[in-house]
């Protein structure tokens, strides 16, 4: 069986809540690792393979700027309303789709803004 490309998505929840019902609906092996900010991955059944990263506060830029203490200029940062995370998804056969638990937000991680990078 070949692997399929890697699918990477920025993921978002309303709350910590809702982050840890859809990390438990997926039902994947979590190696023992629980939310918060954890980082559990596995196999499900149908081969398919996924790795997720809950990061928790997503940091953007408000169009403000202070002087920090070295004097540089420097953008002023806003906390988003929610709970973030990266995931990654890699199908083990052309036509897999990767699940979308109740509640999450998937959005492709080459459209989000702000979002932090597998690299």
């Known amino acids: 069986m070949t692997m399929q490309s890697p699918q990477d998505f920025e993921v978002w929840t309303p709350d910590a809540a809702t982050m840890q019902a859809a990390i438990s609906s997926l039902g994947g092996s979590w190696d023992g ?25 997503k940091y953007l830029p408000t169009g403000a700027t202070t002087t920090d203490s070295f004097g540089d200029t420097v953008p002023v940062m806003a906390a988003q309303p929610g709970v973030f995370g990266i995931a990654r998804y890699i ?3 052309v036509g897999n789709t990767s699940p979308r638990p109740t509640g999450v937000t ?10 932090p990078s597998w690299e």
Do not use: E
Request: hydrophobic share 35%; proline share 13%; net charge negative.
């Open 106 to 115: 998937l959005i492709p991680l080459s459209q989000a803004v702000g979002a």
């Open 91 to 93: 199908p083990a056969q």
């Open 33 to 57: 690792i629980t939310y918060p900010y954890d980082s559990p991955s596995g196999r499900f059944p149908n081969g398919d393979q996924f790795a997720l990263h809950v990061y928790g506060t």
